[in-house]
T-cell receptor, first 111, second 115 residues
C-alpha cells in the first residue's frame, strides 16, 4: 500500500529565503507525482507535474525533483514571498486511477 | 478557458438527510474524480468517472454514490448523512482517464457541514 509522508508538517521562514519541502513515498511504482498548493478553505492549485520518466520540472521560482529509486521528491521555492504562504501537498499517481496525497506542509513566509 | 466549478460552495445539513453536490469539469475534460478532505484523514479518493462510467472507487460506504452525464458534468450523492461526513468535497478533472499522464485540475470545493 502506497504511503506518502511530507516533512516538516509546518515551516516558518523570513521573506527572501530559499526553502525545500520534502515528500517521501514507499512504493516506487508510480506514474507521476504532482505538487499542489492549497490556500485556507480553498481548492487545490496544481503547481508542477513530474512524469515517472522525468527527474525534475521547473516553473518560475519553483523546481520539483523526483528520485523514484529513493522514494523522494522535493519542491524547491526560491526567494520566498509572503504570497507563497499556503499548504503544499504532494500527490502520487499510479495504476489505481487515483491520487494518493501526503498530509501537506503548511508554509508561512513572514515579511 | 473556465476552470472546474462546483456547486453549491457551502451546505449545512442535519443527520439523516441526503445531499447532492455538482461538479462541472473544464471544457473538453472527460474524467472527473471526487475527493473528501478532512483535518484528520486529509485528502481521500472517493471515485472517478470517465465517459459516464465509474472507473475507480475508494474505500467509502455505499452511502456515497455518484454519476456522470454525457456532457461530463458529475454529481455525487451522500445519503443518510452522519456527523463524520462534514468535510470539504473536491472534484478534479483531467483530459484522459485516471492519473496516468495528466495534470489534475481541482475545483474550489463544496464545504459540507452536518449538524
Amino acid at each position: 500500500k502506497q504511503e506518502v509522508t511530507q516533512i516538516p508538517a509546518a515551516l516558518s521562514v523570513p521573506e527572501g529565503e530559499n526553502l525545500v519541502l520534502n515528500c517521501s513515498f514507499t512504493d516506487s511504482a508510480i506514474y507521476n507525482l504532482q505538487w499542489f498548493r492549497q490556500d485556507p478553505g480553498k481548492g487545490l492549485t496544481s503547481l508542477l507535474l513530474i512524469q515517472s520518466s522525468q527527474r525534475e520540472q521547473t516553473s518560475g521560482r519553483l523546481n520539483a525533483s523526483l528520485d523514484k529509486s529513493s522514494g523522494r521528491s522535493t519542491l524547491y521555492i526560491a526567494a520566498s514571498q509572503p504570497g507563497d504562504s499556503a499548504t503544499y501537498l504532494c500527490a502520487l499517481g499510479g495504476n489505481t486511477g487515483k491520487l494518493i496525497f501526503g498530509q501537506g506542509t503548511t508554509l508561512q513566509v513572514k515579511p | 478557458k473556465a476552470g472546474v466549478t462546483q456547486t453549491p460552495r457551502y451546505l449545512i445539513k442535519t443527520r439523516g438527510q441526503q445531499v447532492t453536490l455538482s461538479c462541472s469539469p473544464i471544457s473538453g475534460h472527460r474524467s472527473v474524480s471526487w475527493y473528501q478532505q478532512t483535518p484528520g484523514q486529509g485528502l481521500q479518493f472517493l471515485f472517478e468517472y470517465f465517459s459516464e462510467t465509474q472507473r475507480n472507487k475508494g474505500n467509502f460506504p455505499g452511502r456515497f454514490s455518484g454519476r456522470q452525464f454525457s456532457n461530463s458534468r458529475s454529481e455525487m450523492n451522500v445519503s443518510t448523512l452522519e456527523l463524520g461526513d462534514s468535510a470539504l468535497y473536491l472534484c478534479a478533472s483531467s483530459l484522459k482517464q485516471g492519473t496516468l499522464t495528466d495534470t489534475q485540475y481541482f475545483g474550489p470545493g463544496t464545504r459540507l457541514t452536518v449538524l
